[in-house]
Every structure is written in C-alpha cells, then in structure tokens.
C-alpha cells in the first residue's frame, strides 16, 4: 500500500528530486510535465540532468509502481483516479524564470492552475514548492477559486548536484499556511525524514526561502569583500576564514572566495527580493550592495588576470590566448546558468583576448556556449596550448590532479591564476609555474596577487 497519492507537476531538478524521493518514501507520485519528449525520455529511464543519485531512485521508484510519468498536469489526475484513488496533494514544480525588472515570471504556475482549476477533487492540498515572490501562494489560491482546496507553500533548499541527497537528509521542513490541517498534511509526507519542521503562515514560508539565499549570497559576498582586503593588506583569506568559521555563530560552510556567485537560483533570487522590496517601498541597501559587489568580482577577476599576464595594471589583453579552466556555475554540474565563469569570459573577451576553454562537465559537441565568445575543447592540454595563462574558474577537484609538468611544456607562459584557491601551489610551482590565488598573502603567490 502507498502512504498518500501525489502529483508532481514539473520535471526539472526540483520537480523530479521531489517526485523520486517523495516514491523512495513510500508515497505514489505521477509526475507531470507539458514536454512530451521529455516524458518519453523519462519513461525509458534517461533523466537528462546531472543529479547524483537520481536515476537510481527514479529507476527504483518506476520498479516498484510508486512513480510513473504522464504529459500534463491534468493527466497525473486521471491517472490516480483511474488506479481508484484520487490525488491527494499536488506539488507545483515548475519555473519561474527572472521576469521583466527582476521579478518572478509566474506564468507557468498560472497555466497549471487553468488547467486542473476544475479537475482537482474537494479537499486537495497544492502544494508551491517553486520559488515565488512573498504573496503568491495566497494568489494562486484566488485565481484558483475553489474554496474546498487549500494551497500551502512548502518551499525547497535543494542543492544542485546534491539535491537528491539534500533532500532525504534536509536541515530542515518549512510549510506554510493559514490552515494548520493543510500544513501538517504536508509535513506528515515528510515524517520519515525526522527534520526539523517550521510550520508558519504563507507569506513567512516564501520569505524563509528567500531570506535563505539571500543571506548565502550575502556571505559570499562578504567573503569575497574580505579576500580583496587580505590582498591590500597582505593578509591571507584561507586563514581569515578558518578562523572566522570556527565561531559557531558563523560556520564553515561558504566561505570560499571565488570568481563571483552564480547559479540557477543566487542571481535570479537576490534579485526577485530586492523587486519585492522596491514594491514595498523598503530600500534594501544591504541586498543591493550584496549584488553590486558580486558584479564587481567579474571585473575585480579580469583586472588579477590583466596584471599577471601583462605585468601592468593597464597591460593590453588584445590577442592574448587565455586558456579557462572550468566554465559551469560550480562544480559537480553541467548548468551553465548564470555561471561566473561565463560573466568573467565575457569581460575577458571585450578587453580583446583570444579564449579557450575546458570543463570536464561540458563536452564540446554539446556545449551550448557562444562560439564566438570561446572555443570549447575537450582536453585540457590542447586548451592550454600557447596560452600566456591558465585561469581556473570552477572549482573541479579534477583540476588538482592535472600534469602540470605536461601543461608547462605546451604553454607558452607559465602562469595560473586560480579564482578558487583550489590548487595546493607547490604543485604548480614545482612545474616552474607562477600561482596567483585569490586573497593570499603576496609572499605566498609569488608576490603577484593584487592587481
Ligand atoms: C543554491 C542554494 O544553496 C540552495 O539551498 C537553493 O535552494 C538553490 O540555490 P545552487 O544554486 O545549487 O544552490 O548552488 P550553491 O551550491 O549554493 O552555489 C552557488 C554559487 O556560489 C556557485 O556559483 C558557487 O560556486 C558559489 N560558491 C559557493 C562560492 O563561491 N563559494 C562557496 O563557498 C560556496
């Protein structure tokens, strides 16, 4: 038998994770999306996205009879309804792209709403798990216009690469709704997971997810503040933040200094709150200068490499061969998404330099980049090819365990500036190459770390 009957509306990273681990927990979910050839593709097994562990819950879940996938919203209803029983929560999954000014595009949720407005049963819970501006559950509960179902906001802290494992191990459940049957409902679907349960009105559960990625990308912000003025100063970043994190009111975690934030969700989120904010007539100065100081890091990045490669702080980058190692948002991902890397290239570019790059995560058949902006290759060594520098821009650990005496014989300078401190430098140093970090003391970058 299933605990509870459950369509999940959309099949991206979100919708997908939460459908599989939903089934992986004993529920049985039709999941639903308006992509036919991606539903064939789903059914045959083939999840299309790169989300470790995923395809085996899927396959799992397929197995068992706990998760089959249909094309649309409205079918995953029938679908329960013709195995005897109908749905008993539906979750919205879709996207909400950065719409006009920053603010969420909701157009696919209102879709969907169109769609089952008159096919939901009574007493169906909807559930939002897209990220949506403070107001939008109470919304779609208005343009939904049925006063027998409940729509309730349970939004997701999912990590791309480890969403299937943030999932099943979360830091915490958040539900919220003015109706507390609703919202332990939803909670209960949770249950085996033993987390933390914050159970709060709509518009709180929208602002926690919100708040959430904002304080991140503030942190990051701040670190990255804080490696620029260990650079004026001479001090060292890794140990700024060691010694920072130790004070559990800060914490370890996303303290590295880096090319700038990026992704899916930071940019798209910071922005969508500071429209939120505007519209509330609150000036959110700590939020805009979060996002201000991230755009500054593209710049601040192209200066570093500007200085190493020239030797000048104006140098001319104007066709000099620059080999980019590492193009996605993070590592782990194929997602190029508002990649840092990718905003750093592009300033590259315009200051005139030749560019090539290299990321294990993306193949050069498939790579949807802008060829004028850079040629993909597969290999690295050929990448670094009579470059004047490597520059690393994504933290792949697979960087580390490059041949560096292999890469200093093909280059035509060796030098590499590495925008995640994510090389130990002896390593290069012992192959004759200059390493240059990001918020390193100069005595430990071979005094060329400020640009
Ligand atoms: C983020 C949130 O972490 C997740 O909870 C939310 O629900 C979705 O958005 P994700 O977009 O997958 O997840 O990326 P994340 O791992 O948070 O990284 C965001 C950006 O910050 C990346 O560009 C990453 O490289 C950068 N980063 C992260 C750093 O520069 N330094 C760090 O220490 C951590």
């Known amino acids: 038998m299933f605990d509870r009957r459950i369509a999940v509306v959309g099949t991206g990273y979100v919708g997908l994770t939460t459908g599989a681990c939903l089934a992986s927990l004993g529920h049985r979910v039709v999941c639903a999306d308006v992509d036919e050839k991606k539903v064939e593709r789903l059914r045959s097994g083939e999840i299309g996205i790169q989300e470790e562990g995923l395809a085996e819950l899927v396959s799992e879940g397929v197995a068992a009879g706990r998760l089959s996938f249909v094309v649309s919203a409205a079918a995953a209803l029938v679908e329960l309804e013709r195995e005897g029983a109908p749905v008993e929560v539906m979750f919205l999954c879709v996207p909400t792209p950065m ?35 403070v107001g939008t ?13 409940v729509v309730v906001s349970n939004p997701e802290f999912l990590r791309e690469g480890s969403a299937v494992q943030d999932f099943l191990n979360p830091d915490r459940i958040v539900v919220g709704s003015s109706s507390q049957d609703a919202a332990e409902r939803v909670a209960a679907l949770y249950a085996r997971l033993g987390a933390p349960m914050v159970l709060t009105d709509a518009a709180s ?25 260990c650079e004026r100063l001479d001090a060292d970043v890794v140990d700024v933040t060691e010694g920072i994190g130790y004070d559990k009111r800060i914490g370890q975690a996303f303290l590295s200094p880096g090319p700038g934030w990026g992704g899916s969700c930071l940019p798209k989120d910071t922005h969508a709150l500071l429209q939120v904010a505007d519209s509330a007539d609150f000036e959110f100065r700590l939020l805009r200068a979060t996002i201000d100081t991230n755009t500054r890091q593209y710049q601040r990045m192209v200066d570093k490499i500007r200085t190493a490669v020239t030797g000048r702080r104006k140098g001319s980058l104007t066709h000099k061969r620059l080999a980019l190692f590492g193009l996605t948002f993070k590592a782990g991902t194929d997602d190029l998404r508002d990649s840092p890397a990718l905003g750093v290239a592009a300033l590259l570019k315009q200051a005139g330099a030749n560019l090539v ?13 802008d060829h004028t902006l850079l040629t993909v290759l597969d290999d690295p060594y050929l990448a670094a090819t009579d470059a004047e520098a490597i520059v690393i821009l994504t933290e792949w650990p697979e960087f580390r365990a490059l041949d560096w005496p292999r890469l200093a014989s093909v280059i035509n300078t060796p030098l590499v500036i590495d925008t995640r401190n994510l090389l130990d430098p002896d390593v290069p140093r012992r192959a004759k190459f200059a390493w240059i970090g990001v918020g390193r003391r100069a005595t430990d970058t071979g005094g060329g770390a400020s640009p």
């Open 99 to 133: 719409g006009v000014g920053g603010i969420a595009d909701l157009a696919a949720v209102e879709a969907v709403i169109e769609e089952v407005r008159d096919a939901l049963p009574a007493g169906v819970v909807v559930v939002n798990k897209s990220t949506v501006p």
């Open 137 to 149: 559950t109470d919304r779609t509960a208005e343009l939904l216009e049925r006063d027998d179902v």
């Open 205 to 229: 559960s929208e602002m926690i997810k919100y708040a959430a990625n904002c304080f991140l990308a503030m942190k990051l912000s701040y670190v990255n503040a804080i490696a620029e003025l």
């Open 357 to 369: 790059g290299y990321d294990p995560g993306i193949s050069r058949a498939a790579s949807a980049i």
